[in-house]
């Protein structure tokens, strides 16, 4: 299985203010995944960026990839109190399961 | 439809009674996953269905039982659980490969007394 870390383990910014976090794992892979978790409840998937791809965005969401540094981040702009969540990444690998790091847990204060 | 449906919410019971889980999702996927999630911690997989059958078994004591009646359902059956089994339990689905997008439920919040 293919695990990630996130860091930093806990991030608190303004309102308005943008949110980095930042995505490692140890093997290749084929793709990476964020998914965000609201407490208590299911992870939602928020995007996937494929290994032959570097930067992909969503709406308010920005993901790059590094794979030479087997790295990836996940740029919030703009955050919103409802951005207030739990944040793990996914490094994705044929025939692997995927393993959650202890993920990010992001307060956005109003 | 791109709902996973987990019943019940919330569940307590004795560390005496069996009681099961429910899960169920009608896009098509052939890949259901259960998770185990202690507070602030991240989920850990506990079993995964591939085509109904199961696939992996991430050493989970007896005490729980996965059952795939079709390709829509999963069920987790519980029996003599342990205080410590106390978690938020997640269900999840894809489409087939195991690193493809997980669609999750909401997840049962089960406390053994």
């Known amino acids: 299985s293919q695990q990630g870390e996130e860091d930093p383990q806990a991030l608190s910014i303004q309102e308005g203010e943008n949110a980095t976090m930042n995505c490692s794992y140890k093997?290749?892979?084929?793709?990476l995944q964020w998914y965000r978790q609201n407490s208590g409840r299911g992870l939602v998937h928020l995007i996937l960026?494929?290994?032959?791809?570097r930067e992909k965005h969503s709406g308010r969401l920005r993901v790059t990839l590094d794979t030479s540094k087997k790295s990836s981040s996940l740029l919030i702009t703009a955050s919103r109190a409802a951005d207030t969540a739990s944040y793990f990444c996914a490094p994705g690998r044929y025939g692997q399961n995927f393993v959650f790091g202890p993920g990010t847990r992001l307060s956005v204060l109003p | 439809d791109t709902e996973v449906t987990q019943t019940p919410k919330h569940l307590v019971m004795g560390m005496t009674n069996k009681k099961s889980l429910k899960c169920e999702q009608h896009?098509?996927?052939?890949?259901m996953y259960w998770y185990k999630q202690k507070a602030k911690k991240p989920p850990e997989l506990m079993f995964v269905?591939?085509?109904?059958?199961?696939?992996i078994n991430e050493s989970v004591p007896s005490r729980f039982s996965p059952e795939c009646p079709n390709s829509s359902l999963l069920n987790l059956h519980l029996h003599a659980l342990q205080p410590e089994d106390s978690a938020l339990y997640l269900c999840a689905s894809s489409q087939g490969q195991t690193n493809e997008k997980l669609f999750f439920g909401s997840g049962t919040q089960l406390s053994v007394l």
């Open positions: 269905y591939s085509y109904e059958k199961l696939s």
């Open positions: 960026i494929r290994s032959n791809e």
């Open positions: 093997t290749s892979i084929n793709n």
């Open positions: 896009m098509g996927h052939r890949a």
